[in-house]
C-alpha cells in the first residue's frame, strides 16, 4: 500500500497522531505551559469575577460573581485557542518545518491541520475547565446543567481553532497577528456581553456584536450556569455549528493550499 494511500485512508487516525506528537512535546514542559493555560483564567476569574464582584454587587439581578464566571470561562477558551492556532502553528510550520517532516510520513497535510485543530480545542478545553471548576466551586454556577459547559468549551474550541488557522494560512510574519487580536479578539472580548449585557450598549452596538461567535458562545453558557437553559439556545448552537463547520472548511482548504503552494 503507497503511503499516500494509508494517508487518505487513515485521517483520523492520521490527526491522532499530530495531536498525540503535540500533547508529548506539551508534557515535557507542562509544568511551565499550565502558568499560561490556567494561571491565566485563573487570575482572570479571581480578578475581574470575584475581585470587581465586591464593587459591582449585582447585574441583571445576580451578583456579579456569576454574571461574570459564564463568559470568562468561554473568553479564557477564545484566548488559549487563538494563541495557539496562529503563533504556536506558525512557528511549526514555518520556523520548525514540523509540518514538513510530518508529511514524509504516511500523513497527508489534512491529517496535520486536523491534529494541529483537536490540540488547540484541547487546550481551550484546559483553559475553559479551570474557570468552570472555579464558578462551581464559588457557588457561580449550578452543577447541572452547568456541566454540560464541557460540550460548549469543546464548541468554542473547535470555533476559535478554524479561526485561527485561517488566519495563519494568510500570515506571513508573526506581526500580522497583530491585527487580529487588535481588531478582532480585543473588541469581541469587550463587546460579547462577558462584563455587562449587550443590550445596554445599544442597537447598532448589539447588532455587531450578535456577529461575533462569542457572544452566542456566553448566552449559552449563561443560560447553563444559571440552570436555565431552554429550547430557543438552539438558535445560538445552530448559528455556532454552521459558523464553525464554514471556518474549519475554509481553514483547511486555505492552509493545504499555502502550505502545497
Known amino acids: 500500500m503507497s503511503a499516500g494511500a494509508v494517508a487518505v485512508g487513515s485521517l483520523p487516525w492520521g490527526a491522532f497522531w499530530v495531536w498525540l506528537r503535540n500533547a508529548t512535546v506539551w508534557g515535557r514542559s507542562w509544568k511551565t505551559s499550565l502558568v499560561g493555560t490556567v494561571g491565566e483564567p485563573l487570575f482572570y476569574f479571581l480578578g475581574l469575577g470575584y475581585g470587581l464582584g465586591t464593587l459591582i454587587p449585582e447585574v441583571g439581578g445576580q451578583p456579579y460573581l456569576h454574571f461574570v464566571a459564564p463568559g470568562l470561562m468561554l473568553s479564557s477558551v477564545m484566548q488559549s485557542t487563538t494563541i495557539e492556532s496562529t503563533y504556536s502553528t506558525l512557528t511549526k510550520m514555518e520556523h520548525q518545518k514540523v509540518f514538513a517532516s510530518m508529511v514524509l510520513a504516511p500523513l497527508s497535510f489534512p491529517d496535520v491541520v486536523l491534529g494541529e485543530i483537536l490540540w488547540a480545542v484541547t487546550k481551550g478545553l484546559l483553559s475553559g475547565t479551570t474557570v468552570l471548576l472555579l464558578a462551581l466551586l464559588f457557588g457561580a454556577g449550578r452543577p447541572w ?117
Do not use: K, Q
Not at 495563519?168 to 487580529?180: G, K, M, V
Not at 469581541?188 to 449585557?197: A, E, N
Not at 459558523?243 to 502550505?259: D, K, P, Q, T
Open 145 to 261: 446543567p452547568g456541566v454540560l459547559g464541557i460540550g460548549l468549551l469543546l464548541l468554542a474550541g473547535f470555533v476559535f481553532a478554524s479561526m485561527g488557522m485561517i488566519v495563519t494560512s494568510i500570515a506571513r510574519s508573526y506581526d500580522f497577528f497583530n491585527y487580529y487580536f487588535t481588531l478582532f479578539i480585543t473588541p469581541m472580548f469587550f463587546f460579547s456581553g462577558i462584563f455587562y449585557p449587550v443590550a445596554s450598549l445599544g442597537p447598532w452596538v448589539e447588532a455587531v456584536a450578535w456577529c461575533f461567535p462569542l457572544t452566542h458562545l456566553v448566552t449559552i453558557s449563561r443560560a447553563l450556569m444559571g440552570g436555565g437553559a431552554g429550547a430557543a439556545l438552539w438558535a445560538d448552537v445552530l448559528w455556532l455549528l454552521v459558523f464553525g463547520g464554514v471556518c474549519f472548511a475554509l481553514a483547511m482548504r486555505r492552509m493545504s493550499r499555502r502550505f502545497m503552494g
